[in-house]
């Protein structure tokens, strides 16, 4: 009896063929272990078409049944390259090694032979790439603005070869600050020839570029899903290194075109890192895709989230500073109450009602319309925020000519459209004014693109400018631009007292810290790492000393019975914060629970079932209300 074990260049995928006289009963067993794996592998006679990774995950279940039932199992050249690989892989996380061993304090003197003269890493920092180079695959998992752009590519330096090709995975936003890595680190003569070259305009377009491929390559998530079979020929035929930037980008694994993509590719790199702030932004299921991409088969992702205390099976697998470790101030938070007016108000009960219609059940039984569960919610998030938003979308854009069936309802979305701003915008740009008067900046965040443009026109008095997903990147001397309209509030002279941003389009990839100390949040949504990014775009390192950082929470107040679903949301980014500190052992992220807790409407896809529960809770007045000492 045998077993043939084959990888599939041109897939690329894995099969595996019994022999005509290979037993039934193990047959079985293995096709059992499969569908447990892959639920859409293709079974053909005695030969089983699988994903790759599927393959690696089975290595213990073949080698468990070849000892029950006596099989001899051979393999093509390819597998035999892939599972040595695998087999690698398993030693070096059982040892944290496979990398280079190099000492924190050689990192500095190392990297300046190698061109990086123009920064002194921080101690941290040292720290951080000693870690990372030791380990085969790496994750960072620092806070935001504490390097790790510049870790990850003194990482590559020290553990790449003259063969080796870079390819940067990264959201758009991003893709700024790996050009300025390069400006800020390696000296002038190296700086042309490792600026990444970004891999964009299509498919064909990208083929092209890929011909003769270059060194240094950066392409984002969305466009990476749809050229995943020429990336995946690069991975098969180039020594590439490759660094995920965001990582959280893919939380949702193989649920999501993008997560699939990804861990389809797992098995081909020469080496993966990983970076990214917020790795655990819903729950610690977040964790698993993750990690099964940098160590495919491994089972180590489905270890941690499945593990009573996750930081067990994590330590030593990756990097992270700290904010205090990094010397941070704490941010003072100010929650600002905002009673709702009487036709919000009525709004929202409405809404309420629909909301609690719709999720009836989900306490007890998952067996639900979830998409439209979550829209529901969201509708109640856009009314608690701007009610204005839920009359338009109702009445296609046309409240004044909209034919009503019900009075009352035409008298309801009439006082919201007489109302015009909403009381939580009219308080946001009291607040803007109030800071301005005091000679400080701010920045206003809210989930909704139409409240990010209201906002910035209603400040227009101040000089203020927007950034959602519909603001191109660009050039920073184009005030059209993301990065022209981020320059425009740093300057002086340009009079922009006010940015007005979007979490999901602004969150990543820029620094406001030198520039602005306040922040106002007219909403929230249940996205943590939206939230903790956000705020880090004025809290990371490089504040002046003394500066103090202040941010304000805008939260809509309703009476009790009705519930508020600002208070549900910061329920579960209390909740949230507590299992990526517990995770990450972090007490900065503890301290911050205790002290509170892809497009341009992310909420749809962000709300868990249980946010759901939490927001029945609320609805129903079964929730504690939030107390001081939960304060996010």
């Not at 998030?381 to 009445?395: D, E, H, I, M």
């Amino acid at each position: 009896m045998e077993l043939l074990i084959e990888y599939r260049d041109q897939e690329p995928n894995g099969r595996i063929t019994a022999s005509d006289d290979f037993s039934k009963p193990a047959w079985n067993r293995l096709r059992e272990a499969v569908l447990g794996h892959q639920a859409d592998a293709t079974f053909l006679g005695w030969s089983i078409e699988v994903e790759w990774t599927t393959v690696l995950s089975l290595a213990p279940v073949i080698a468990s049944l070849r000892e029950t039932f006596g099989f001899s199992v051979n393999y093509n050249d390819p597998a035999k390259s892939y599972l040595r690989k695998y087999r690698d892989e398993r030693r070096a996380i059982s040892a944290h090694k496979g990398g280079i061993d190099i000492d924190p304090d050689a990192v500095q003197e190392k990297l300046e032979t190698l061109g990086f003269v123009k920064r002194k890493l921080t101690a941290e920092q040292l720290r951080d790439v000693a870690g990372m180079a030791t380990l085969a695959n790496g994750a960072n998992f620092s806070v935001p603005g504490a390097g790790k752009t510049t870790v990850a590519l003194a990482t590559h330096l020290l553990t790449r070869d003259d063969d080796t090709h870079l390819l940067i995975i990264a959201p758009k936003n991003a893709f700024p600050a790996w050009n300025e890595v390069v400006d800020d680190c390696l000296a002038d003569e190296l700086a042309d020839e490792w600026y990444p070259v970004r891999l964009t305009g299509g498919y064909d377009a990208i083929r092209e570029q890929l011909r003769d491929p270059p060194k240094r390559m950066l392409i984002s998530y969305d466009q990476l899903t749809r050229v995943q079979d020429q990336i995946a020929r690069l991975l098969s035929t180039r020594k590439i290194y490759i660094i995920l930037d965001e990582s959280h980008r893919m939380k949702a694994g193989d649920r999501s075109q993008r997560g699939l993509s990804l861990l389809r590719i797992a098995h081909l790199p020469a080496r993966k890192d990983i970076l990214s702030g917020t790795p655990i932004p819903r729950s610690i299921e977040d964790i698993k895709s993750q990690l099964d991409f940098l160590w495919p088969g491994q089972g180590i992702g489905l270890k941690a989230a499945s593990a009573p205390h996750p930081h067990t099976v994590l330590k030593g697998l990756y990097v992270r500073t700290t904010k205090h470790e990094l010397g941070l101030p704490e941010i003072s938070r100010h929650f600002v109450q905002v009673p709702m007016s009487p036709p919000q108000m009525a709004l929202y009960a409405i809404i309420r009602e629909e909301v609690l219609k719709r999720l009836t059940g989900i306490k007890v039984s998952s067996n639900v319309d979830l998409t439209s569960a979550k829209r529901s919610v969201m509708r109640l998030l856009q009314a608690a925020s701007n009610p204005l938003l839920v009359v338009r979308r109702l009445t296609q854009e046309a409240p004044d000519t909209y034919r009503y069936d019900d009075p009352k309802i035409e008298a309801i979305f009439t006082g919201i459209v007489e109302e015009g701003d909403s009381p939580k915008i009219r308080r946001a740009c009291e607040l803007a004014r109030e800071l301005a008067d005091q000679g400080q900046r701010s920045v206003i965040w809210t989930s909704f693109t139409e409240n990010v443009e209201r906002l910035a026109e209603a400040l227009s008095d101040l000089g203020a400018t927007y950034i959602h997903g519909g603001v191109d990147t660009g050039d920073s001397d184009d005030p059209s631009t993301r990065e022209g309209r981020i320059r425009l509030f740093h300057e002086d002279s340009s009079g922009c007292r006010v940015l007005v941003a979007n979490p999901a389009a602004c969150s990543e990839g820029i620094s406001l810290h030198r520039a602005c100390h306040h922040a106002i949040y007219v909403d929230r949504s249940f996205n943590a790492a939206h939230y903790l990014q956000s705020v880090d775009r004025i809290h990371r390192l490089g504040l002046p000393e003394g500066t103090e950082t202040h941010i304000h929470i805008l939260e809509s107040v309703t009476p009790r019975i009705t519930g508020s679903v600002d208070f549900s949301v910061r329920r579960r980014l209390i909740e949230k914060l507590r299992t990526m500190s517990s995770a990450l052992d972090d007490f900065d992220l503890q301290r911050l629970a205790l002290d509170e807790e892809e497009g341009d409407e992310p909420l749809d896809y962000d709300i868990t079932l249980d946010d759901l529960r939490d927001v029945i809770d609320e609805l129903s007045g079964e929730a504690p209300e939030p107390t001081e000492d939960e304060v996010l």
